[in-house]
């Protein structure tokens, strides 16, 4: 099955430092935290228009 491009996309260092930070968090037992970046990251991949996230502008 082809998968659709959603509305943005994260660079490979984005994706990296995503990873790094995520993997702090749960090793420090913040998992909510974990959590909620994850689910913030989602929604802005997805184009949601309350997401807390912002892309830089490609000017």
Do not use: I
């Amino acid at each position: 099955m082809a998968r659709s491009k959603g509305p943005h996309q994260l660079a490979n260092s984005t994706l990296r430092t995503l990873e790094q930070r995520l993997s702090l968090l749960e090793q420090e037992g913040r998992f909510e935290c974990a959590y909620a970046l994850r689910m913030e990251v989602a929604d802005w991949l997805l184009g949601a228009r309350d997401a807390n996230l912002s892309a830089p502008s490609l000017s």
